[in-house]
């Protein structure tokens, strides 16, 4: 009796070791259902100091520019391989760390050309996903055709986008003549989850299009993020 039931005690054992062997292993070989480059661009610094960042607190910094460019990967069981979206946002207070302060906000959504009907529904939810409370509500869905290239030196700080006549940026690295006071950091973080976040210098960045009853253009900021996401 005592030698079935060690025998019976071992085999659970083994059974479980399997078991939680082949969970680990399942967990490490897990790869994202979807990944790609990111840009975001600020009306505020986000590679700042405490001094220049409180003096733009509550008085500028209410808008931004995201971009998903998709490298591969599926959303909604639907394969969105090469296309993009952005979000132009805004929000009513200064998009600071959202961490402790998150921002709640309005914003247009550019949906890659090419893409067919059901991908464009597809990466409109992956926008408001990403982007959370930031979207709180959309107030209209373009298309257009997209250009993006991010991360195109060796520094990873240069980047280009244009959509149509509604958006622009472009970016570069950050050069001796960008640290003003020499307390610079990377002050906020990136507006959404993203890897590998690289902070960068703002050439331009524009929107010339409707549905935020605002336009603008900012030039020579310390504002962008470049990244990567996954999910």
């Not at 520019?65 to 391989?81: C, E, F, K, P, Y």
């Not at 132009?88 to 550019?110: C, F, H, K, N, S």
């Not at 408001?128 to 930031?134: F, H």
Request: with cysteine.
């Amino acid at each position: 009796m005592e030698t079935a039931l060690f025998a019976h005690v071992m085999k659970a054992t083994a059974l479980a070791a399997l078991i939680a062997t082949t969970s680990i292993c399942g967990a490490a070989t897990k790869q994202p259902s979807i990944s790609g480059d990111y840009l975001e661009v600020r009306t505020c610094d986000v590679y700042t100091g405490p001094c220049f960042a409180n003096a733009e607190m509550n008085l500028t910094g209410k808008e931004a520019i995201l971009v998903w460019s998709v490298r591969q990967g599926t959303w909604n069981s639907t394969a969105v391989d090469g296309l993009k979206v952005i979000a132009v946002v805004r929000t009513d207070a200064t998009l600071g760390d959202q961490r402790y302060q998150p921002g709640r906000g309005e914003a247009v959504l550019i949906v890659d050309a090419k893409a067919t009907g059901q991908q464009r529904e597809a990466l409109t939810d992956l926008a408001k996903s990403m982007a959370g409370n930031l979207i709180r509500e959309v107030t209209s869905v373009k298309t257009s055709d997209i250009e993006a290239s991010i991360s195109t030196c060796s520094k990873a700080g240069c980047a280009s986008v244009k959509a149509g006549n509604l958006v622009e940026i472009s970016t570069r690295c950050f050069s001796d003549q960008d640290h003003v006071c020499g307390n610079e950091e990377a002050y906020y973080p990136p507006l959404t989850m993203v890897s590998g976040a690289l902070p960068a210098f703002t050439e331009v960045a524009s929107y010339k299009g409707s549905g935020l009853n605002l336009t603008w253009q900012s030039s020579g900021q310390r504002s962008a993020f470049l990244a990567a996401f996954s999910r």
